[in-house]
């Protein structure tokens, strides 16, 4: 059993900063693809930044330069450093990993999402 949980979501104002950390636990062989998704209410789910093993990065236009991933493979972690917050940041945000199992199966798997509210 692999699970993912997400923390340090919340209300901030505009022009502020958060960071939101995800830690993967349970039966893990080893984790590829690490990324931060998010969906806003009556909008679809959309990629955020993605992170791969070695570290390469990818991001949607919208964050490019505000927001940025990381993760620590030793702690099996995912990191969102999210600066210069935007009022259409507001989401619930989910990390999604790829993960390789100790029963050698391999499977996308998702945390349960935590809130971020962008507002004065």
């Known amino acids: 059993q692999v699970q993912l949980v997400e923390s340090g979501g919340g209300l901030v104002q505009p022009g502020g900063s958060l960071r939101l950390s995800c830690a993967a636990s349970?039966?893990?062989?080893?984790?590829?693809?690490m990324g931060w998704y998010r969906q806003a209410p009556g909008s679809q789910r959309e990629l955020v930044a993605t992170i791969t093993s070695g570290g390469s990065t990818k991001y949607a236009d919208s964050v490019k330069g505000r927001f940025t991933i990381s993760r620590d493979n030793a702690k099996a972690m995912v990191y969102l450093q999210m600066n210069s917050l935007k009022p259409e940041d507001t989401a619930v945000y989910y990390c999604k990993a790829r993960i390789r199992t100790e029963l050698n199966t391999i499977g996308d798997y998702w945390g349960q999402g935590t809130q971020v509210t962008v507002s004065s």
């Open positions: 349970g039966s893990i062989f080893s984790i590829s693809d």
